[in-house]
């Protein structure tokens, strides 16, 4: 267990619909990434939440959002889903530059 | 455009051989990890590489970061089968833990 959490494990919804991703990081981890994962796309870099704030954002579609909240605990929304945006979701957390990610077991999201 | 480019990106190899991943990246950084990934599963961190010139070894893997050619390598020493999984470089942009990842190199270690 790398003290992240993140649920559900596995979710399977139809094009159109709507789903939220929960994350939440390692205990005094004041910062969450999310990242998808897909075979043809790799490994995208989604957005970085530090203590509530917005940090960065990659490369997420607007049909996607996210926030932290005061727990720091991380929500990914996705909406009005295609069957593009299969793939793995993962969320990572750290507390300080330079010691690296601690990835969460990411959840599987299949849009049927 | 950031460029993060793992070579190989597959890899094949037999029990005892040894062998080096690339990692080149098109930024200025002088931070860079390494990451393993077993099918299904999620990252595991392996190094974290903060200077140039800087060498990590556990086990059968080394790896070193060269910031002036900004490359770094995953060097594999007589590999043994529980070394398959996909190996994945990042590169700390911006010195602000904003990671960006390569492809990934999947490796294969066959008796």
């Known amino acids: 267990d790398s003290g992240v959490t993140q649920t559900p494990k596995h979710l399977i919804t139809a094009t159109g619909q709507r789903v939220t991703l929960r994350c939440s990081p390692r205990?005094?981890?004041?910062?969450v990434y999310w990242y998808q994962q897909s075979l043809d796309q790799g490994l995208q870099f989604l957005i970085h939440y530090y203590n509530g704030e917005e940090r960065a954002k990659g490369n997420i579609l607007e049909r996607f959002s996210a926030q932290q909240f005061p727990d720091l605990h991380s929500e990914l929304n996705l909406s009005s889903l295609e069957l593009g945006d299969s793939a793995l979701y993962f969320c990572a957390s750290s507390v300080e530059i330079g010691i690296g990610y601690t990835f969460g077991s990411g959840t599987r999201l299949t849009v049927v | 455009e950031l460029k993060v480019e793992q070579n190989p990106l597959f890899l094949s190899m037999q029990e005892g051989k040894n062998y080096t991943i690339y990692c080149n990246y098109s930024t200025t950084s002088d931070r860079l990890y390494w990451y393993r990934q077993d099918p299904g599963k999620s990252l595991e961190s392996l190094f974290v590489l903060l200077s140039n010139g800087a060498v990590k070894q556990e086990g059968r893997l080394m790896a070193s970061l060269d910031t002036k050619a900004r490359l770094s390598t995953l060097h594999i020493t007589a590999a043994v089968h529980d070394l398959s999984a996909t190996y994945f470089c990042a590169v700390d942009i911006n010195n602000n833990n904003d990671m960006r990842f390569g492809a990934g190199t999947r490796l294969t270690v066959k008796p």
């Open positions: 205990s005094g981890d004041l910062s």
